[in-house]
């Protein structure tokens, strides 16, 4: 019997992992040492920037909410593989694929704002530092955490809209290992053309728009940077922004390749492996990427673990 008979039609089964056999175990390991490694230093350095005062201005305010949202959008995704491949029952409900869905697209657009935001912050501290205390205000780094997250709960409502309106063929099984964009609407029954343009036009507005000003935050950043006229104090400019642009790169790049094509173009092996890199790999770089070139968090992760060996004594 099928994976399709035991489950009702109000279900769909994972079929990312079901070639893998004897290796779900070893994958299971692998994937459950890289989840527990992201949410350490995610929290860590979450811990580390909230107990360090020196550490309490806007450029790590934002780094804190991007590493809470890192956090959200593997809660959303990874735990459930986790037990699929643990325990083999790579079934899911209808409207526990929909919550997946929508989570995860939320999450992901909200890290992509909480990165524009960010590269404003940079703009700022570069193009006009003697202001940077009086424009980056409490007040304007709320506004922009906030609008983060709304525009970010509004997308991923779109999108689960967009998606689950449609009807199913009887076919639920997922060509993927959680309830993604493309390979849920893969099994969407009659024609899609309307919803594909809806996931188009919300993707190209989140992406599109995001990086649109963090494009302009760098434009004007890299114009201040060559007006400097040493060589050591451009590089000293350009470090400060080195971390963000790693991640905006990283970010950018897998999240273009997933939403901006054509349905026809999706490739079972490809797109998982690319999903892979912004589910698994991205969020595990942040913390990496944002600590290994950051010497102020490097230091707040020092004192905290120093500050947490005094107390245990």
Request: hydrophobic fraction near 50%; charged fraction near 10%.
């Amino acid at each position: 019997m099928g994976q399709t008979n035991i489950t009702s039609w109000r279900d769909f089964v994972f079929l990312g992992f079901s070639g893998s056999g004897e290796l779900q175990h070893l994958l299971f390991a692998l994937f459950l040492s890289l989840y527990l490694v992201t949410l350490t230093s995610n929290v860590f350095i979450i811990m580390a920037i909230w107990l360090d005062s020196h550490l309490h201005t806007p450029m790590y305010l934002f780094l804190v909410f991007l590493s809470f949202s890192e956090t959200c959008y593997t809660l959303g995704i990874l735990p459930r593989m986790l037990f699929g491949l643990a325990m083999g029952d790579q079934a899911i409900s209808y409207v526990g694929c929909a919550a997946q869905l929508f989570f995860s697209a939320s999450w992901a657009c909200t890290n992509c704002f909480l990165l524009a935001a960010m590269g404003f912050d940079r703009y700022v501290a570069i193009c006009a530092p003697l202001h940077y205390a009086s424009r980056m205000n409490p007040t304007l780094c709320a506004q922009l955490v906030v609008t983060s997250f709304l525009i970010g709960y509004l997308f991923g409502l779109g999108m689960t809209l967009v998606i689950f309106h449609l009807s199913f063929c009887s076919s639920h099984e997922i060509q993927h290992f959680f309830c993604d964009t493309p390979p849920v609407l893969s099994l969407a029954c009659g024609d899609t053309g309307l919803s594909e343009l809806g996931i188009l036009i919300l993707s190209l507005l989140v992406l599109l728009v995001s990086f649109f000003f963090i494009t302009i935050s760098y434009a004007y950043i890299l114009a201040a940077i060559l007006k400097i006229p040493s060589a050591e104090g451009q590089k000293k400019a350009f470090s400060i922004c080195a971390s963000h642009l790693t991640v905006v790169i990283i970010h950018y790049g897998c999240a273009s390749f997933m939403y901006l094509r054509p349905k026809a173009s999706y490739s079972l092996e490809r797109d998982q492996l690319i999903a892979m890199t912004y589910t698994v790999v991205t969020p595990l770089l942040n913390p990496i990427v944002y600590s290994l070139r950051n010497r102020a968090v490097q230091t707040a992760l020092r004192n905290a673990f120093r500050g947490r060996l005094l107390g245990k004594r």
